[in-house]
């Protein structure tokens, strides 16, 4: 008999959705974390943004699970009181070229089912009047929400229901046996084996190097990752009201484009950036030697800011699988029976919307796992 009956290794928001979703079906579910506490990495990095859905492609599972996990996001913040705030956001063509992408971005996200209105120069005026704009698209859905607030709360459901997080555990080796997996454990007291009869791999910026501790090739399955740096500049507080909701630029194939956050707490930021790490080292810091770039992309949204209003904040690694140079890549959420490996589950590429979309991936994992 197995020591658990499910696995889940990676405590960011993914991991933490999953247990909380599977534990009351999964009674001693494990969730092994490698760092200190929970939700440390890529889901406490980044711009806390409940997304609508406008900006993948028709079918896709960031399109499906974006919109899904968005609706979940909201009822669940208002079930567990978790901190969150529906503020808007727009998506602003600085100049008349940038139009017909932003057309284009109203006719995918309203294919995905997105509630959005096309604004001339004058509306968008009228709601932001210190942001430069030409045309612009507002959506009403999108909004912020406390990453720490929603994961505490997951972590507190998931143990509520007889979930264990043990912390300060890296998997190190994952076999599969004859009715499950042995995963071997380094800990600070040394190294550890347990049994599980499933396993999922929601590890975040290592998920690759964990399929491959199965035996999965992450180049020949497509798993392979790509680190992304991405860095944040907050604005100083005399101008911190200068937008009153969320203000985005038409995305750039790579990134989403450094845009205007609005935290909880009434600070304005902006960012992120996105710089290729190919030797995956982990580094939060943030080269101040950036501001006066970083300033020349904010101006394009707020010509007020000026590099001296700025100061150097948070940075965040996006795990993708995107390579440099490289068109859209989807979530993968795989049963890997297909390989000879029923019971585990694979979540590579989680990025961006992973956040919204985790309660909703949640769920897909769900329907993956029968009892």
Known sequence: MADTPLTVVGAGVAGLAVAARLAPRFPGLVVLERRDRHGTEASSRNSEVVHAGLYYPAGSLKAVHCVRGKQLLYETCERLGIPHRRTGKIVV?????????????????????????????????????????????????????????????LL?????????????AELVGLDRRDRGYRLTVRTPGGTEAITSERVVNAAGLESDRVAALAGIDPDASGYRLHWWKGSYFAVASAKARLLSRLVYPVPTPVHLGIHAVLGLDGRLRFGPDAHHVPERRLDFTVDDGRRAAFGADVRRLVPDIADDDLT?????????????????????????????????????GIDSPGLTSSLSLAEAVDRLLPA
Request: aromatic share 2%.
């Open 93 to 153: 063509a600085t100049e008349e070229g940038e139009e017909p992408e932003l057309d284009a971005l109203l006719e995918r996200g309203r294919g995905n089912g997105v509630e959005l209105e096309r604004l001339t120069a004058a509306q968008c005026r009228r709601l932001e009047p210190n942001v430069r704009a030409v045309a612009g698209l507002l959506s009403s859905s999108t909004g912020i929400v406390s990453a720490h607030g929603l994961m505490d709360a």
């Open 156 to 168: 507190q459901e998931a143990r509520g229901a007889g979930a264990l997080l043990q912390t300060r």
């Open 312 to 348: 150097p904040d948070l940075a965040g690694i996006r795990a993708r699988l995107q390579a440099p140079g490289e068109g859209f890549r989807d979530f993968v959420v795989a049963e890997e029976s297909g390989r000879g490996l029923p019971g585990l589950v694979n979540m590579v």
